[in-house]
């Protein structure tokens, strides 16, 4: 089993950043891969980022490139959001992912509130 906790959620305005992080604990080392999801009231869960912890490749959702970046410090097992140049639209709760060859992890996931 692998356990996520993610912290670093908040309210910020318009503009303003927040960076997330995940830290990954348990069987962590069978882990290739990490991200971050998020989900608006309403909406279904959708891809943000991931990144290779072997590699470091990231991907990104088209609306947050050139705004988030995402990162990892593979000695603590810890991967972070840094999320630049928020909009309202950017309001959800971000959910920390991890995933192994067949089976992907979720985190308790935090609260996000861009206000305009």
């Known amino acids: 089993q692998v356990q996520l906790v993610e912290s670093g959620g908040g309210l910020v305005q318009a503009g303003g950043s927040l960076r997330l992080s995940c830290a990954a604990s348990g069987r962590s080392f069978s882990i290739y891969r990490m991200g971050w999801f998020r989900q608006a009231p309403g909406k279904e869960r959708e891809f943000v980022a991931h990144?290779?912890?072997?590699?470091?490749?990231?991907d990104y959702v088209d609306s947050v490139k050139g705004r988030f970046t995402i990162s990892r410090d593979n000695a603590k097992k810890t991967v972070y959001l840094q999320m630049n140049s928020l909009k309202p639209e950017d309001t959800a709760v971000y959910y920390c992912?991890?995933?192994?060859?067949?089976?992907?992890?979720w985190g308790q996931g935090t609260q996000v509130t861009v206000s305009s």
């Open positions: 992912s991890a995933d192994e060859a067949f089976r992907r992890y």
């Open positions: 990144i290779n912890l072997t590699g470091g490749s990231t």
